[in-house]
Every structure is written in structure tokens, then in C-alpha cells.
């Protein structure tokens, strides 16, 4: 296939295939996913028709929130393998013409970075300590939290220590914040972005971008009447926590290191903001482009997804930058089995609903077939879009969520944290190792028969130093050797097939233009109350490419045209429900 990484804005419309490294691939037999492990994977994604991959972090960590506790910006996790073993990772992406987006987690280290240490054994006030966030308690003695504040894991925000001060964590207590308005903090950041661009690395995923800035001046937030723990602010843009404007200053230093470097390093925040504040990350002045995460937000219902689409679209517009789609990540269920739900609309996020249903345990109703049909359906109609794909390692499989992993084996502080009725299991059922080979089948675990034990799909080799390889770090079902790689690899009707026909067509088509217009279709036949349909223009100058996805009961007529990709068969003179179908017509 020809790829599309030949120029500067090759990110502008890429897939980015994200990797959660410890569940990718074990080479050495140690039950974690490696670095080796990608390096062995790498003709399986460009096979996929990626552009480029994202590693979410494999720096040395403690564990406390799945490697978003960073002990060290600038060097790779023993357990994970070693900087010569990065260095051959990027050269082997490379090679197959792939780009490599590291993850950067500038909000908080890990309880276990120097900085921290070296802050617990100083005293208050020191210059150690201002490099996170330290205040004294209120109450007689100090007692008490400095302010009302709450962790997004649950519980105060703050944690006290021996001497009796506290520090803040907007996350687990194992992640202080830092201080970004300490200049060694800025320092730090940039040799760390400086660093790995000069190990090849072609962009940056910025953790947590909207959180940096912070107004401790500020009164409790139960007198500001804001959720403490608001992760999507509104657009006033005055939360003393989240999307304050001082936060654009590091964006803006930062771009400065990117162009230092030729092509510019990219990146993309990670912004939890109003849509109406999203182009300001993604400005050129500044990152260049920011998550859109409407689609995994929103139900399987086309008024939710054309208003994800349109919102998109605009945004990408005011930032003179493109959008990007999102079905799935390491943070939220797997879309298949979102879709697999009863599409329940609610207040705020229906994940907020559907994390309830699919995490609390094995209470959730899941109705498979249907799950797979809207995940083939919507990967049509995310991949037909303008701007850049986010592909979630396992979606190409269409994995469901493993919503039933025994609670002793979780390792997600969200699930720690959370008891009671409205208990979540947290996030680690769309972390489980990836099946690679149906014949390595574990055997049925003692523990829970659902489970395997020994075995692991083909995701750790058989064998460790002449001993069995350990098991994976969080355990597989059984049922995941339905979705084992060689398995997909040989039905032409597997995800895995559509996921690779349609991002080739995507290229070959779409993307090679460069363009990013689109054309939402509004017809008799493409009511908008149950089809979305675009058009957009193609490297054929007597064809428009028309992307059809019908969600209703009612079969839509299909249209005059040549029938390029279907995401269910057999295809009639209709569209079924819950199917896409891409068309070239004549100009
Ligand atoms: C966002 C990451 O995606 C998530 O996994 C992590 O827990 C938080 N940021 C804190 O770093």
C-alpha cells in the first residue's frame, strides 16, 4: 500500500494504531507485553494499513495506574526491555514506513520519580518540594484536607505526610501533581520531549493536557458550585482545575521545541474540554491536534454520531487543523461491547451507563452478534471520515470487553477505590493481552473455568529460560481464541479482514488526496433519523466516494453506483440495519 507518511502533515489524516504495551506482545516470557514483543509485531500492523503507532507508557513505573505513574521520562521499564530495544522498535516502524507517538504524562509522576523522594525527605517550603503541589491542612492541628478537592479515582485529592503537610493528586495517590509553575518542571518536560525526538520518535501523546494549569487561590469548589472532580469543564474557561488559559503557554513553549526538528514533531492532547475549547489545543501555535472523543461517547444512534461528526468537523475547522475519531482506548469499554448494550441515552456520558453495565461484574446482558455487526458498521464509518483514526490494539479483532476478571487480579486504582452498589471493576477488561494463536490454548483455570491458565493465545512465547512462560498478566477467557489473530488471518470475513480492506481503501482512495471536505447527504432515501451518509472526492477525478450507514429496521435502496466495501453480506438492492456501505458514484 502507499503510504501516506511521505510529508510533514502525514499526521493530519493517519491511523495511529495505540499500543497498551504491557498487553501487546510478550517475547521473553515474562507474562508483560515488551517492547520486543512490537518489534516482532510490526509487518502485522503494516499489513493492518496503520500509519503510525502510539505507545502508551512503557517508562519505568511503579504500576500504580497502569504506567501513567512515570519513575523516569527518559528510559524504558526494565520489565519492558531496554533503550536499544526502543531504538530498534522505532527503526524496524520505520523501515515499514510506520511513525512512532510516544506517550508524555506531564501532570503528575510517579510517587517514585527522585523529584518526589528527594521532596518527602526536605522540608516544607524547600525547593524540593516546590516542585509539586505541598500546603499545609486546615483544623487545629492541620488535619484536615487544604480544600475540598477529589481525586478522579475517588476519595480527597489530597495526601497527607509525616511532617504533616499534604500534596495534591488529581489521580491515585502514588501520582502527585507537579507544579508547572516551577521553572525546573518546564525544564525537565522539554529535555524529556527533546529526548525521545532525537531517539526518532515522531509525536507525542499529552496525558491529562487540560490539567497542568491549577488556581489553588481559588475558593472550594463547593462554593464555586462545580463537581470536584469535573473532568469536562464547561467553556468559561475559570475551573480552578482544568482548561485554565495559562495551560497554552506550555503548549506554545513546547511547539518551539517540535520545530526545532525536521519534520516538526506532532502532537495531540489528551483535553477533556468543551468542544468549544478544543481548537486551542489543537492550533498550530500549539499542538496541532486534540482527542475528539464524541464517538466514544455516543450511543449507536445516528442524531448522537452526526452530531459527533459535525462538532468534529467544526472544531478541526477553527483550529486550521484536522479532527480525529475515537471508538475505543485503554480508558473506556470496548466499543463491541458498548454497542452490544442496550442503547440507553443519559444525562451526560452513556459510558458513564454502559460502564456501570459492563464493569460491575457479570450482570451486564450482552448481545454479541449485534455488538460485532455495529462494530463492523462503525468502523466503515469512522474510517470514510476526514482527519486522523485511532485504532485501539484488539479492535481490529473485534474484542468485547472482559467484564467479569476476578476482582483479586485487577490492577486499576478506579476499581480499588470503588465498593459498594455502585461498584466499577475499572478499566482493565480492554486491557488483556492480545490472543495471537488459537492453538496455544491455555486449559480451563482451577480457579475459574472460564478463565485459561498455562497457555496464553499466542500472547507470551511457550517457554522462559526451559520453563513455561508465566502466565499473562491479567488473565484471557477462553472464549478469546475465537479472536486469535491467525485465526482472522485466514476467514475473509473476520473484522480483521474488513479492518485491513477498508483502511486500504481509505488510502488509496480517500486520504491520498489530501483532502478533507465532506458532504453530509440529507435525501428521501437517507432520512437522517436512521442513516447517516456522506460524500467526499477520491484520487478518481469521475468519482465520489458515498459512505451509506443504515441504522434503522428499515432497509435503505441502494443507490446507482459501484459497491466497493460492504461491512455485512450477503448485499442485495438494499442496506440493511446496522451496516455501512461505501460506494464510488459518478461525479
Ligand atoms: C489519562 C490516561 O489515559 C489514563 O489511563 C490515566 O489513568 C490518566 N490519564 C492519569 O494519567
Redesign the pocket.
Known sequence: MTSNNTHKDWWKQAVVYQIYPRSFKDSDGDGLGDIAGITSRMGYLRDLGVDAIWLSPFYPSELA??G?DVIDYRDVDPRLGTMDDFDAMVAAAHSQGLKVVVDI?P??TSDRHPWFQEALGAAPGSAQRERYIFREGRGCDGEIPPNDWLSMFGGSAWQRVDDGQWYLHL?ARQ?PDLNWKNPDVHEDFIRTLRFWSDHGTDGFRV??AHGLAKDLSSRSLEELGRWPSQAQPTADGDHPLWDRPEVHDIYREWRRVFDEYDPPRFAIA?AWVAPEHQHLYASEKELGQVFNFEFAKANWCPQELRTAIVKGLDCAREAGSTTTWVMSN??VPRHASRYALPQVRTRGYHQIANDWLLRNGESYIEDRDRGTRRARAAIMLEAGLPGSVYVYQGEELGLFEVADLPWDRLEDPQSRNSRGPFCVKGRDGCRVPLPWRADDEPRPAAWNPKFGEGASFGFSPQERAGSPACEPHLPQPLWFRHFAVDREDNDPTSMLQLYRKALSLRQTLLTATRDTGLTLLTTESFDDRSTIAYSRMTTRKDRRFVSITNFGSEPVPLPHGTVVLASADPLGDSIPQDTTVWMLTDV
Request: no cysteine; charged share 30%; net charge negative.
Open positions: 495506574d497502569g501513567y504524562v501532570n503528575h489521580f501520582q496525558d491529562v489528551e485503554h480508558d
